[in-house]
T-cell receptor, first 117, second 112 residues
Framework: GAVVSQHPSRVICKSGTSVKIECRSL??????MFWYRQFPKQSLMLMAT?????????EQGVEKDKFLINHASLTLSTLTVTSAHPEDSSFYIC?????????????FGEGSRLTVL | SQKIEQNSEALNIQEGKTATLTCNYT??????LQWYRQDPGRGPVFLLL???NEKEKRKERLKVTFDTTLKQSLFHITASQPADSATYLC???????????WGAGTKLIIKP
């Protein structure tokens, strides 16, 4: 099946620094990618929808200046957590749609565990 | 508001038995429902999709039912194995966009 690669899988940073997470579709082109945040034992929370060549669409309550999303190519989307603080520590997951909306299958990256000290 | 409920307590099943997980939803009319498997520290993996006009879908040892009147989906794993132990998430979507609404998942533990 389609493969989505996410990097890094784990990152520890100091408070105030910025962290970039990459999401790549390895064997297909993804015009749309999604970024999620997941807290322990909770559901996936959609943060934003990333569209190739245009601005990302952010969900209500998600600060676009805090979580910068860039989708510069059909195979790469990046999420940058700017001026990270301990409350930003979480599991961040990207996904990409392969096929049409009628098949609806999402392929997920392996996730990135961010720990802000 | 839209709400998806999955059993928050872990489900313990003896190896070889059938595991049944439940997904209930309210205030939403999905065009399709999906089930994903998620292992600790990993991203979800797609398992099955069932559309609103389908009652049942099967894939190997997996079976999903979808009752739009009850607003419920049941996810069955037959002949369960310890390797089936994971958290299973249900997600609902509409054809109008790619976005899904997610349940919090049920942790399944298959005991040898």
């Amino acid at each position: 099946g389609a493969v989505v690669s996410q990097h890094p899988s784990r990152v520890i940073c100091k408070s105030g620094t910025s962290v970039k997470i990459e999401c790549r579709s390895l064997d297909f082109q993804a015009t749309t990618m999604f970024w999620y945040r997941q807290f322990p034992k909770q559901s996936l929370m959609l943060m934003a929808t990333s569209n190739e060549g245009s601005k990302a669409t952010y969900e209500q309550g998600v600060e676009k200046d805090k979580f910068l999303i860039n989708h510069a190519s059909l195979t790469l989307s990046t999420l940058t957590v700017t001026s990270a603080h301990p409350e930003d520590s979480s599991f961040y997951i990207c996904s990409a749609m392969h096929g049409t909306v009628h098949t609806g299958e999402l392929f997920f990256g392996e996730g990135s565990r961010l720990t802000v000290l | 508001s839209q709400k998806i409920e999955q059993n928050s307590e872990a489900l313990n099943i003896q190896e070889g038995k059938t595991a049944t997980l439940t997904c209930n939803y309210t205030n939403y009319s999905p065009a399709y429902l999906q089930w994903y498997r998620q292992d600790p520290g990993r991203g979800p993996v797609f398992l099955l999709l069932i559309r609103e006009n389908e009652k049942e879908k099967r894939k190997e040892r997996l079976k999903v039912t979808f009752d739009t009147t009850l607003k419920q989906s049941l996810f069955h794993i037959t002949a369960s194995q310890p390797a089936d132990s994971a958290t299973y998430l249900c997600a609902l979507g509409r054809d109008s966009n790619y976005q899904l609404i997610w349940g919090a998942g049920t942790k399944l533990i298959i005991k040898p």
